[in-house]
């Protein structure tokens, strides 16, 4: 009895570890040798904003610096490496090829890569696009080696608004840095480790897609490119925390939603993030389409999986609460603790977009 009992007092505080740690910062390092040569980076789609048609943007070798001194000076200080290129040299003033990385949208993050300018008759532009939300509507950051600029501007509806940014001296074929920084609504933008935009408030979007940037006839290339972000969570997710929070004793909760056949579910909400997205059993699909409760008991644990309704009264959830037993737990006594917990979730739920984006 004192190793269970021991082990589900691990088990509670394990509960807040996991939330802690989904919360988090992570990172993702674009590796553009996954591509062949020639071909378009994987999770990425080319589109353009303004007139003429997409850039051109593909994988190919070229001389770039490794991100870490070489440990032997002798050793050569550039490599062959997979970099990004976009190579069309349309001249059209108005035109802005993008690459979007479309696998996933960021909130707060630090975006840096390593750009060089290569050609360009009209511009010689490249740069960074973030919180995207569409071709109209998004955030981006150029340097110019023409212009001799570095530039916040934004596309709002498709209204161009800026500059906001000073004039830099950008050498043409030399491979720069260029990094950005998102906080809220606090975006810094800096060039070659040296901020250049602090701190300016940007309340447009508060949340987007990546992706990389040039202008009208640039021929610019891109490496070495990483993102530190903390990751978005999703509302079912948040409401796991706070309740989880408030309930310290609880040794685990679930959310569930119908999948996409409606004869399936999916999990939307669990203090282990590793989770979302897994099927439900039978029971979690019982409790969806009918309303049921189900009761479940596993040595020191008891689990109650709750219908979770709409301010209309329709099922929009099951809620899985899971709780330490103990001696003469009854199915009866469980459901009666558990009920509370249900309420405290149904008070945030007034429909089922309050669970799903």
Request: with cysteine; hydrophobic share 40%; charged share 20%.
């Amino acid at each position: 009895m004192r190793n269970q009992l021991v082990f589900l007092c691990l088990a509670a505080g394990a509960l807040w570890a996991l939330l802690v740690q989904a919360a988090a910062g992570a990172e993702r390092t674009f590796d553009f040798g996954e591509a062949r040569e020639g071909q378009v980076p994987p999770g990425f789609r080319s589109t353009v904003t303004g007139q003429g048609k997409p850039g051109q943007w593909k994988v190919l070798l070229d001389d770039v610096a490794p991100l870490l001194p070489p440990l032997n000076p002798q050793a050569p200080h550039v490599a062959k490496q997979a970099v990004l290129a976009q190579v069309s040299q349309d001249g059209t003033d108005d035109h802005y090829p993008l690459l979007v990385f479309d696998d996933d949208v960021f909130g707060d993050f630090t975006l840096t890569t390593s750009f060089k300018l290569v050609s360009g008759q009209t511009e010689q532009m490249a740069g960074l696009a973030f919180r995207i939300q569409d071709e109209k509507n998004y955030y981006y950051v150029r340097a110019s080696g023409l212009g001799g600029t570095f530039y916040f501007f934004k596309f709002v509806n498709g209204d161009l608004i800026g500059p906001i940014g000073s004039r830099v001296v950008i050498t043409n074929g030399v491979w720069h840095e260029l990094s950005v920084e998102c906080k809220g609504s606090q975006v810094t933008c800096s060039l070659d480790g040296k901020p250049i935009i602090l701190r300016m408030l940007q309340d447009n979007f508060a949340k987007g897609k990546i992706g990389f940037w040039t202008k009208s006839d640039s021929v610019s290339y891109f490496a070495n490119t990483r993102i530190v972000y903390t990751p978005l969570e999703n509302p079912a997710q948040a409401i796991v925390r706070d309740t989880v929070r408030k309930y310290s004793k609880l040794l685990g909760l679930k959310l569930f939603v119908l999948g996409a056949d409606s004869k399936t579910t999916r999990l939307v909400g669990s203090v282990d993030p590793s989770e979302i997205g897994h099927p439900g059993a039978k029971a979690e699909l019982d409790v969806l389409t009918e309303g049921l409760v189900y009761y479940g008991r596993d040595g020191a644990s008891v689990s109650v999986t709750l219908p979770l309704r709409d301010r209309n009264g329709d099922l929009v959830a099951a809620a899985k609460v899971i709780m330490k037993s103990f001696p003469g737990q009854t199915e009866q006594n469980a459901v009666a603790r558990a009920t509370p917990i249900l309420r405290h979730i149904q008070a945030r739920v007034q429909s089922l977009k309050d669970l799903v984006d």
